[in-house]
């Protein structure tokens, strides 16, 4: 069950998405695919409910349990909730895509690069868009 919204937090800063739901994604710096994987705020913190990688390469093979559909391998993870997802939002490699209520941003338009960033579970209410 959904509960609250999905937030951003840095260590200067914290910005409120207005979803219980987003989708992350980002290419693999060596191999170059596609990964994508499904957040929902939940009591007790980030579930993470689905989990895409466009293909394999070394280091980067899916659970036995996935499913080829399409050009997508989707399993789910099967993690209960997290505290907060933290991302390393490096400056080095390609960025993160964050996509909520039909819409996608790069992260870097919200946070610069290089400054740490987590996915957390937060209150509606407490602002941002």
């Known amino acids: 069950m959904a509960l609250g919204c ?5 260590a ?6 207005p979803s219980a739901t987003l989708t992350l994604g980002w290419r693999h710096s060596v191999e170059g695919s596609w990964w994508e ?9 980030v ?9 394999i ?5 899916p659970p036995a349990t996935a499913v080829r559909m399409g050009r997508w391998w989707h399993y789910h993870p099967g993690l209960g909730p997290l505290p907060a997802v933290h991302l ?5 490699v390609g960025g993160y895509t964050l996509c909520w209520a ?11 690069r290089g400054q740490a960033v987590s996915i957390v579970a937060t209150s509606c209410s407490a602002g941002g868009s």
């Open 47 to 55: 579930l993470i409910t689905e989990a895409r990688i466009e293909s």
């Open 12 to 17: 200067v800063a914290a910005l409120v998405l």
């Open 57 to 61: 390469g070394a280091g980067m093979e």
């Open 6 to 10: 999905l937030g951003l937090v840095t």
């Open 102 to 112: 039909g819409r996608c941003r790069p992260l870097d338009a919200m946070v610069p």
């Open 88 to 92: 390393a939002n490096s400056d080095r």
């Open 37 to 45: 994987e499904d957040y929902q705020a939940v009591a007790g913190g």
